[in-house]
């Protein structure tokens, strides 16, 4: 495996389910991020971890819980989701700090549908 | 408020030449970044301009005026797998990426 995976790719829940979104990364970066991705709307930054810190949370409803238990890989555990949270979730990495660019590696997301 | 504005759609031939543009208004610059995303895919890097002018990556040029606040992607011999949404992004004072909603090209025959 190669850059960054998320699982599932798809999901369908029910608005009082309990589900997970599973993000790895195979770079050794040292930080991760959430982001999520609606039709014609920029990417919004939802929870960022650096060396397995949580450092930013934008604003994200608590029914969205963030877990980084190593710089390796960030779930985002979701319940009592609305239909409005339907989007594209999708998890990036980059290595923080020194004189580079921090470019994000993005995954390929997960398309999360809630009824 | 901080703000980046790129046109929402553009329908481009394959073979030509394509100009996408990106304005911003942001609290400092810290560099500027276009993301190209296919379809159902992940978001792939393309460029970083941090100074003005003109970065040249094969087909793909970006080019950036930080006094106008303004930056540009220039596709050449464009090819049908060109065609996918393109993503401008500014890192501001506070190192916060701020995002453009994207400009979905499509290519015609």
């Known amino acids: 495996e190669t850059g960054v995976t998320q699982t599932p790719r798809h999901l369908v829940m029910g608005m009082t389910n309990k589900k997970s979104l599973k993000c790895e990364q195979h770079?050794?970066?040292?930080?991760m991020y959430w982001y999520k991705q609606s039709a014609k709307k920029p990417l919004e930054l939802m929870f960022v971890?650096?060396?397995?810190?949580?450092?930013e949370n934008n604003s994200v409803p608590s029914r969205f819980s963030p877990e980084c238990p190593n710089s390796s890989h960030l779930f985002l555990h979701l319940h009592t989701l609305q239909p409005e949270d339907s989007a594209l979730y999708l998890c990036a990495s980059s290595q923080q700090g020194g004189t580079g660019a921090n470019v994000l590696t993005f995954g390929a997301g997960s398309r999360l549908t809630v009824l | 408020g901080q703000n980046i504005d790129q046109p929402t759609e553009m329908t481009a031939t394959e073979g030509a030449i394509v100009q996408i543009n990106c304005t911003y208004q942001t609290s400092g610059f810290n560099g500027l970044f276009w993301y190209q995303q296919h379809a159902g895919e992940a978001p792939t890097f393309l460029s970083y301009n941090v100074l003005d002018g003109l970065e040249e990556k094969g087909r793909f040029s970006s080019f950036l005026s930080r006094s106008k606040g303004y930056s540009y992607l220039l596709l050449k011999e464009l090819q049908m797998k060109d065609s996918a949404s393109y993503l401008c992004a500014v890192r501001d004072s506070n190192y916060q990426l701020i995002w453009g909603a994207g400009t979905k090209l499509i290519i015609k025959p």
């Open positions: 971890y650096n060396f397995k810190e949580q450092t």
């Open positions: 770079l050794g970066h040292n930080a």
